[in-house]
């Protein structure tokens, strides 16, 4: 295998197991306490999703790995997909141009 490859199968990205996602008022956002709980739109027994750079490459059942939380990968993207996730552009939506302050008259 070329060094440059080698390279590149060696650097770390970031893996995302999401549970669910929902949204909520802002009133409830700033009510929130410790002890609240916020009920997700998922059922406990399905699939969490896998992603990588945002993008899903797949789904698994989280699992306890000695005192920690691990996922059980149930199913997964072909490794073409898999590599187009690692190219894939974070969704994010353009800056708003900031107006410069009028600049003060003496």
Do not use: Y
Request: net charge negative; glycine share 4%.
């Amino acid at each position: 295998m070329p060094d440059d490859l080698n390279r590149i199968l060696r650097l770390e990205v970031p893996l995302i197991v999401q549970i669910a996602e929902r949204k909520m008022m802002l009133s409830e956002v700033t009510s929130l306490t410790h002890g609240s709980i916020i009920e997700l739109p998922k059922a406990i027994d399905e699939p969490l999703d896998v992603l990588i750079n945002n993008a899903m490459i797949g789904h698994g059942h989280a699992v306890k790995v000695s005192e920690n939380f691990g996922i059980h990968i149930t199913q997964v993207s072909n490794l073409h997909a898999r590599v187009k996730a690692l190219g894939a552009k974070a969704e994010v939506p353009p800056a708003e141009p900031v107006a410069e302050p009028a600049a003060a008259t003496a």
